[in-house]
């Protein structure tokens, strides 16, 4: 069955940075949309990033030019690299893949994504 394992996660000083990881199994890779999802404290789930199987990938305006998704070569991984981190992005982040469906690109809606991981917590101060 489909397994996400995040981790990475951890405090760090803002303008610090983090990088997750996502150890995936049950599933290609390769073939699924993966992404990032996040949720603070009494706030909506929000997409962070995503990645399509053509190599393309989209992202929330407030992590332009700060956060970048890459998959693992020839592994079930998917990491993101959190730079410039500012207070707001403190959340619990989740990984995610819609390991169900063969869409080639999957956007940022919870709806999307079948398979969750537990969360790794980030927090910046």
């Known amino acids: 069955h489909v397994q996400l394992v995040e981790s990475g996660g951890g405090s760090v000083q803002t303008g610090g940075s983090l990088r997750l990881s996502c150890a995936g199994s049950g599933f290609t890779s390769m073939n699924h949309c993966m992404g990032w999802f996040r949720q603070a404290p009494g706030r909506e789930r929000e997409g962070v990033r995503a990645l399509g199987t053509d190599g393309v990938s989209v992202l929330a305006p407030s992590v332009k030019g700060r956060f970048t998704i890459s998959k693992g070569n020839g592994k079930l991984t998917l990491s993101l690299q959190m730079d410039s981190l500012k207070p707001e992005d403190t959340a619990t982040y989740y990984c995610?893949?819609?390991?169900?469906?063969?869409?080639?690109?999957?956007?940022?809606?919870?709806?999307?994504?079948?398979?969750w991981g537990q969360g790794t917590q980030v927090t910046v101060s």
């Open positions: 995610v893949t819609n390991a169900d469906s063969y869409a080639v690109r999957c956007g940022l809606s919870q709806s999307a994504y079948t398979y």
